[in-house]
Nanobody, 121 residues
Framework: VQLVESGGGLVQPGGSLTLSCAAS????????MAWYRQAPGKQRDLVAN???????NYEDSAKGRFTISRDNAKNTVYLQMNNLKPEDTAVYYC????????????????WGQGTLVTVSS
């Protein structure tokens, strides 16, 4: 199973970006999917997560600006980011939570390779 993020890039302050993360491989189910970010010299922090039930949670600075959504049939998670600020600049990582494979093997978490978001004028 692998996770591939896309959609990062350079955007001006106040602009918008949508990140995508597609999980592929021998997947039976994925309980939750999440976005984390890591700015230079800082730890990796949760931005938002969403579970099969549709329940979503957001870090405080993301509330009202970011929207996480998920296509369960495609094992894909999205992060719509609006009103971006320079402090949103970071590498954004996708995480799959409690992955069950078709052979019933399980992983507590799997990570993508990250996509860089730069907010600058």
């Amino acid at each position: 199973v692998q996770l591939v993020e896309s959609g990062g890039g350079l955007v001006q302050p106040g602009g918008s970006l949508t990140l995508s993360c597609a999980a592929s491989g021998n997947i039976r189910s994925i309980d939750g999917m999440a976005w984390y970010r890591q700015a230079p010299g800082k730890q990796r922090d949760l931005v938002a997560n969403i579970f099969t039930s549709g329940r979503a949670n957001y870090e405080d600075s993301a509330k009202g600006r970011f929207t996480i959504s998920r296509d369960n049939a495609k094992n894909t998670v999205y992060l719509q980011m609006n009103n971006l600020k320079p402090e949103d600049t970071a590498v954004y990582y996708c995480k799959a939570i409690r992955v069950t494979r078709t052979n019933w093997n399980r992983s507590l978490e799997l990570w993508g390779q990250g996509t860089l978001v730069t907010v600058s004028s």
